[in-house]
């Protein structure tokens, strides 16, 4: 089973000009396969980190993002991919506040000239309980040219003026039924690094 999503528009509900970001996910052992495949624009240039090791505002790149939302608690998981192999894991508990980041990621990338895949396992552990909603992001380009799209943008008739592009608009997420891509008598596993929050 998997299911699959394309980012064909701008946060702000504009079509993206280039062949869309896709996302795939499928159930792993212990978690969720992400697969991402991308348009490579090289453009911010790689981050100074280690590929394969977590980076510090890995948003200022070239990036592909997937946020898993709990909405009863605004509790959630966000992903950062990098097509040069670097990768950002935060945990969030309410809208932007961080309470865990720089988790660590088995993150797979196949780099080509014009496009790139990754291969992200997300453990269990790291979603936050109930996790019932998704969006997913694309950010490239550098200054004025930098762009940001979205799976589920923000509404044409809720955009204000000169309002800015802000992912954590969890109001805008769209349910995700974990159930319906794992089997019906799939229950959640709990997580140990979210109960340390709980409790």
């Known amino acids: 089973m998997k299911m699959e999503f394309a980012i064909k528009h701008t946060w702000d509900g504009l079509p993206v000009s280039h062949e869309p ?5 499928k159930s792993d052992n212990a978690g969720l396969l992400m ?3 991308a348009p490579f624009f090289n453009d911010p240039p790689a981050p100074l980190g280690e590929p394969g090791e977590p980076f510090s505002r890995l948003w200022d790149y070239e990036v ?3 946020f898993f939302l709990s909405d009863r608690t605004e509790q ?3 992903v950062e991919l990098c097509p040069h192999g670097q990768h950002l894991l935060l945990l969030l508990s309410g809208k932007r506040r961080v309470w865990k980041e720089e988790l660590p990621l088995e993150f797979e990338v196949t780099r080509m000239k014009t496009k790139w895949e990754g291969k992200a396992h997300l453990p269990w552990n790291y979603f936050p309980p109930c996790t019932n909603q998704f969006n997913a992001f694309a ?3 550098s200054g004025e040219e930098r762009k940001y799209e979205a799976l589920y943008p923000v509404p044409r008739h809720e955009l204000q003026e000169g309002q ?3 992912f954590h608009r969890l109001e805008f997420f769209k349910d995700l039924n974990l159930k ?3 089997g019906e008598d799939w229950k959640q596993p709990e997580s140990d690094i979210w109960k340390c929050l709980t409790n």
């Not at 970001?21 to 996910?25: D, E, P, R």
């Open 164 to 166: 800015k592009p802000d």
């Open 64 to 66: 592909v993002e997937a």
């Open 21 to 25: 970001v896709t996302l795939v996910l």
């Open 35 to 37: 697969e991402v495949s």
């Open 180 to 182: 319906g891509l794992m």
């Open 76 to 78: 959630y998981l966000e």
């Open 139 to 141: 950010i490239h380009g």
